[in-house]
């Protein structure tokens, strides 16, 4: 398979899980209340619990979705080592923060040990991320530079 087929072939597949990721998030607020009580989940019963509990994946939903819009846009690009993959990868570890903030918050409001490693796992994400935005920012300008060396 060739570089070409493959960059099609991930983006192609990067669409269809932001689009089944649309769906889920769209339907939420019908399948919020159903999942919970099919997983018997005691807090089911509570207004405030499921309102909150459906807002918060609409959130996550919308931010994953995002990030994946991210990673299409990095893998469409030509080259591995350009700004706009620096931009890119700053934007998903901001991104991940985020989402470490929203499950901080959630960990706070409804304590739940998964919660605590979704934060851990964001953040650890988020500095990756921030870490191989400066990578790939500093290879963007060397390889800038090498460019113009003949």
Do not use: H
């Amino acid at each position: 398979m060739s570089t070409k087929s493959l960059t099609r072939t991930l983006v192609i597949v990067i669409r269809v899980v932001m689009a089944v990721g649309g769906v889920l998030v769209v339907t939420l607020p019908w399948t919020a209340g159903a999942l919970m009580r099919i997983f018997a989940d005691e807090r089911a019963g509570s207004g405030t619990y499921v309102v909150f509990i459906t807002v918060f994946y609409m959130l996550v939903g919308v931010l994953v979705i995002w990030g994946l819009g991210e990673a299409q846009a990095m893998v469409a690009t030509d080259g591995a080592f350009t700004k706009r993959n620096s931009r890119a990868l700053t934007r998903a570890g901001w991104l991940s923060m985020v989402t470490a903030a929203l499950f901080t918050l959630r960990t706070i409001l409804y304590p739940d040990a998964t919660s605590v490693l979704v934060v851990v796992a964001a953040v650890l994400i988020g500095l990756a991320c921030f870490t191989l935005s400066q990578v790939v920012a500093q290879a963007a300008a060397i390889k800038a530079e090498n460019d113009l060396t003949i």
